[in-house]
């Protein structure tokens, strides 16, 4: 892997994410945010409904590096729904690497559904470590394996208060939000992403797939590119909010 911005030369996703410690950043009233994405360079988030499909190895290494760097990871139920999620950091070696930087042995899961119809059986409910939903349903979840807890909002789930919660009452300082462009949408207009991580993979998907926000902006956001990171043709762009 090479950086082609800031200062151009090799790299890996280990020697890029060792400097990057978004816990040290939280603001007074909610987590420093990051988002990740990968998207196909005609901009499709999906590829047979699912984000598997789009990048390579190197992209999985750069998420699963994130993970080890966040408090909590957050997702939309919809990304629930498409990609069946199992514990967030599955690897015993690298839940003790979280340990060492100060962050909790497991990311909490926070997850966002109008709903709460998603996928019981997927492995992240029997697999361990912690989910909090936040729900507009009054409906109750099954019992899980994996510990759970239901946070309710009135009519649909209030993103901001959901934000707050994670700090105040949670403790989260760094959060990443893995998807989906729904729930990226939101955060957008909220004004509340810190940092967007996008994959560039050097594929076309055409179809009717969505791109990695969907949903309306207040104005156009402006970023500013943070670095930029090449291996065999697949880009890797950290954008900040300017
Ligand atoms: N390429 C990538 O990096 C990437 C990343 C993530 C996802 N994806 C793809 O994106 C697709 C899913 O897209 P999506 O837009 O449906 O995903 P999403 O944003 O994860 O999910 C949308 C759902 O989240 C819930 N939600 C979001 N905001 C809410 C609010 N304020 N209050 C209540 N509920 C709220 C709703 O759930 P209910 O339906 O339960 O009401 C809504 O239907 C899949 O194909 C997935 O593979 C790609």
Not at 126 to 140: C, D, K, N, P, Y
Request: charged residues 30%; hydrophobic residues 40%.
């Amino acid at each position: 892997m090479r950086r082609l911005t800031p200062d151009p030369g090799p790299t890996t996703v280990e020697r890029q994410l060792d400097e990057y410690k978004p816990w040290e950043r939280p603001h007074e009233d909610r987590p420093f945010v990051a988002v990740n994405f990968a998207a196909t360079v005609d901009g499709r988030a999906a590829i047979g409904g699912v984000s598997g499909p789009i990048g390579s190895a190197a992209d999985t290494a750069m998420l699963a590096g994130l993970r080890t760097r966040f408090d909590a990871v957050m997702i939309g139920a919809g990304t629930m729904r498409a990609e069946r999620y199992g514990r967030i950091v599955g690897d015993q070696e690298q839940r003790e690497r979280r340990e060492r930087l100060g962050l909790p042995h497991d990311p909490l899961m926070a997850i966002v559904s109008g709903r709460l119809d998603l996928p019981w059986d997927a492995p992240l409910f029997s697999e361990g470590g912690q989910v909090l939903i936040f729900t507009a349903s009054e409906a109750e979840p099954p019992d899980t394996a994996t510990s759970l807890r239901v946070v309710r909002h009135e009519g649909k789930v209030d993103i901001a208060a959901a934000l707050r919660h994670l700090r105040a009452e949670r403790g989260i300082r760094a959060l990443l939000c893995e998807g989906g462009p729904r729930l990226h949408a939101e955060l957008q207009a909220g004004g509340w992403v810190d940092d967007l991580f996008l994959t560039i993979a050097p594929k076309l998907a055409g179809g009717g797939a969505p791109r990695i926000l969907e949903g309306e902006l207040p104005a156009a956001a402006e970023l500013e590119l943070a670095w930029l990171l090449e291996e065999e043709g697949e880009l890797f762009a950290r954008y900040r909010r300017r």
